[in-house]
């Protein structure tokens, strides 16, 4: 089961890539606890955007990847699970970010689950998961987790209740949104979970082709 992250942090170290790791150590913690990899080990690939700033200009201006950005695109349209953080940028995602996903073929991650995350200075920008990064998902077909993260500065290091006024705080988020994660992928078609009836802490998920299918009916 493969599991690809997204992090569009622009310096290095960055609070964009830190939630980036601690929601993929959380969803795939949730995967092997449940058990949803009994026939092999979740495999986590990190696609670091700024390492790849300078490829992705060249594929908009030339229609033709590089090598090291084709392989990142490669494995975003081979995950069975997608985790995409972007830093907050005059209220919305960042140039970077939407570039890369500009690159993303539009049919490969049609039904492939999301979970959308963000970070910035203040909590008056988290409604950008909602205005900004859900329709861009949307347009891509790729289903997103009910819960999604927001960080601001002040979530760092806090236990209370998070900056964008949940009575949660980050840590308790990060674990929500990563159980919900979990639940979509070993819920997909081929995963050998979904169905099995077991009280493994991941909630039961009905596949979103299936969704789909009654809706349609």
């Known amino acids: 089961m493969k599991l690809v992250v997204v992090s569009a942090g622009l310096s290095s170290p960055s609070s964009t890539r830190l939630l980036a790791d601690r929601l993929a150590a959380s969803t795939a913690g949730r995967l092997r606890q449940a058990g949803a990899t009994a026939e092999a080990e979740v495999e986590v690939e990190v696609v670091e955007l700024r390492n790849l700033a300078l490829d992705i200009a060249k594929h ?25 953080v972007t830093p907050v940028f005059n209220a919305s995602y960042s140039g970077l970010f939407k570039s890369f996903f500009d690159l993303v073929d539009p049919d490969a991650l049609t039904g492939t689950p999301v979970l959308l ?17 859900r329709p861009l998902f949307a347009h891509l077909r790729a289903p997103t987790v009910p819960t999604a993260v927001y960080a601001a500065s002040e979530d760092w290091g806090s236990r209370g209740p998070g900056a964008d006024g949940h009575a949660d705080g980050l840590a308790a988020r990060i674990d929500r949104a990563a159980g919900e994660l ?36």
């Open 60 to 84: 908009l201006v030339t229609g033709f990847p590089p090598p090291a950005l084709g392989a990142a695109l490669g494995a975003v349209a081979d995950a069975d699970g997608l985790i995409a």
């Open 182 to 217: 979990a639940g979509l992928m070993a819920a997909r078609p081929g995963m050998g979970t979904a169905g099995a009836g077991r009280d493994n802490g991941i909630p039961d998920v009905v596949p979103f082709e299936q969704q789909l299918a009654r809706l349609g009916g």
């Open 117 to 133: 995350a963000a970070t910035g200075g203040t909590a008056r920008h988290s409604l950008v998961l909602d205005h900004a990064l």
